[in-house]
């Protein structure tokens, strides 16, 4: 195909790893504007969902059916006094909101949202081909091959901005904050990990695009592991500080908890940082459990190689949006989640990590790994259902702590007197 005139002066060629840069580069930018939007208006989406589920109005003043409020929302943080309260360690004060915004911004850069599409006709079309060239690409920010292992790195350095703003806040609410905040988020990091290594067996790989590629070859691992992707789904919600997991800012219990001496767009930070956290880690459960682009939980019904019939276009917009529908539905279940059940009591949450959910997940790992060198993969539901019935079947007998919640008896009160029995009971 011979070069449109106006690139007759300026010979460029781009090789098909250049032309993927481009694509990754135009991808990032997309999705990070696309994100940031999407954290504002998850807020009118929470404070709706909520408002249904209370049988309130909920936000309808801003704009049509109060579609504005996000906007409004935004304006009032800008126009809030930038207050730094004194005796605050002025530079970690300043950096802390940076500290967890900053990780939650670039952990996503590593999920697919898309399969290889061919743009050959498109580059060719720009004059910028090689000769005989073939030029596939994908919709991800960083086709990288430990992608995984990037994101729990990285979304683990969360934890610093959430310590950061409780100690150099001079406020002892803010410091028993961040000091719960660092405890969970250490505890919770254990079972998510093994949940993941549990996937990462299950496909061989750490590379995101094989574990998407595996779950199409065969069944989403939401259905051949129903345990791991329930305590990866637990954990995510306590890494975000999402209720019923919020210990660290409990309004009931420590005012506002590390963020309590924050104002203005510091404040506005630390909540963004919360729904980009929840966000990202949606994208990254429907790429671990959902099969990311792929509709069919079983087995590919739907065929996907139709990569070369020249609507590029067509398919890479459809597999992302699949993605974004599947993130949408999460992030919509974790608010939902947060009005419907109760907030843990800080024993209790660490109860669970401890002694609930880390015992779990080293046992699913342990049968996980036994089905695979069985190779029983294709039924590896049945290592879930195996997993569940040691676990019922042991806890019986497993050493038990005093029950914190045991009614304490109190002299004279008629609540302490043995329990009458019969026709005597008054």
């Given at each position: 195909m011979s070069r449109p005139p106006y690139l007759e002066c300026f010979p460029l060629v781009l090789s098909p790893t250049e032309v993927q840069v481009i694509v990754s580069i135009v991808v990032l930018v997309v999705l990070l504007h696309m994100i940031l939007g999407g954290c504002a208006y998850s807020i009118l989406l929470e404070r709706k969902l909520s408002a249904w589920m209370q049988d309130r109005?909920?936000?309808?003043?801003?704009?049509?059916?109060?579609?504005?409020?996000?906007?409004?929302?935004?304006?009032?943080?800008?126009?809030?006094?930038?207050?730094?309260?004194?005796?605050?360690?002025?530079?970690?004060?300043?950096?802390?909101?940076?500290?967890?915004?900053?990780?939650?911004?670039?952990?996503f850069v590593i999920v697919p949202f898309s399969n290889a599409i061919d743009i050959t006709g498109l580059v060719e079309l720009a004059g910028v081909a090689e000769p005989g060239s073939k030029y596939l690409v994908s919709l991800v920010g960083a086709d990288i091959?430990?992608?995984?292992?990037?994101?729990?790195?990285?979304?683990?350095?969360?934890?610093?901005?959430?310590?950061?703003?409780?100690?150099?806040?001079?406020?002892?609410?803010?410091?028993?904050?961040?000091?719960?905040?660092?405890?969970?988020?250490?505890?919770?990091?254990?079972?998510?990990?093994?949940?993941?290594?549990?996937?990462?067996?299950?496909?061989?790989?750490?590379?995101?695009?094989?574990?998407i590629s595996q779950q199409q070859a065969g069944a989403w691992n939401i259905l051949q592991m129903p345990v791991a992707a329930l305590l990866f789904y637990v954990c995510m919600l306590a890494e975000s500080n999402r209720a019923p997991f919020d210990l660290a800012e409990a309004e009931s219990e420590l005012i506002g908890g590390y963020h309590t001496e924050y104002?203005?767009?510091?404040?506005?930070?630390?909540?963004?940082?919360?729904?980009?956290?929840?966000?990202?880690?949606?994208?990254?459960?429907?790429?671990?459990?959902?099969?990311g682009w792929s509709i069919d939980p079983i087995a590919g019904i739907?065929?996907?190689?139709?990569?070369?019939?020249?609507?590029?276009?067509?398919?890479?917009?459809?597999?992302?949006?699949?993605?974004?529908?599947?993130?949408?539905?999460?992030?919509?279940?974790?608010?939902?989640?947060?009005?419907?059940?109760?907030?843990?009591?800080?024993?209790?949450?660490?109860k669970l990590a401890w002694e609930g959910m880390i015992p779990t997940s080293l046992l699913m790992v342990l049968i996980c790994s036994v089905w695979i060198f069985l190779g029983w993969q294709d039924w590896m539901f049945l290592a879930s259902i195996a997993t569940i019935l040691i676990v019922f079947t042991v806890h019986p007998f497993m050493p038990?702590?005093?029950?914190?919640?045991?009614?304490?008896?109190?002299?004279?009160?008629?609540?302490?007197?043995?329990?009458?029995?019969?026709?005597?009971?008054?």
């Open positions: 109005v909920g936000p309808n003043r801003v704009g049509p059916k109060g579609l504005l409020q996000p906007l409004a929302d935004g304006l009032k943080f800008l126009l809030k006094e930038d207050y730094n309260p004194r005796g605050v360690d002025i530079w970690l004060f300043l950096l802390a909101p940076a500290f967890i915004m900053i990780p939650a911004m670039i952990s091959n430990i992608g995984v292992i990037y994101f729990i790195a990285v979304g683990s350095l969360g934890v610093y901005g959430v310590v950061l703003g409780g100690w150099a806040s001079n406020n002892k609410f803010s410091f028993l904050g961040g000091l719960r905040a660092s405890a969970q988020m250490v505890s919770y990091e254990i079972p998510m990990g093994l949940a993941l290594l549990a996937v990462v067996l299950m496909a061989g790989s750490v590379s995101p695009f094989e574990i104002s203005s767009m510091k404040f506005a930070l630390f909540f963004l940082a919360e729904y980009f956290h929840m966000i990202a880690g949606a994208a990254f459960f429907a790429m671990l459990f959902l099969g739907i065929p996907w190689d139709f990569v070369n019939s020249g609507h590029f276009w067509l398919l890479g917009l459809i597999q992302a949006v699949i993605v974004l529908v599947k993130m949408g539905f999460l992030v919509a279940f974790a608010m939902a989640v947060r009005w419907t059940l109760p907030r843990f009591r800080f024993d209790q949450l660490m038990r702590q005093p029950d914190p919640n045991r009614r304490i008896k109190i002299i004279g009160s008629r609540y302490s007197l043995p329990r009458a029995h019969g026709n005597d009971a008054r």
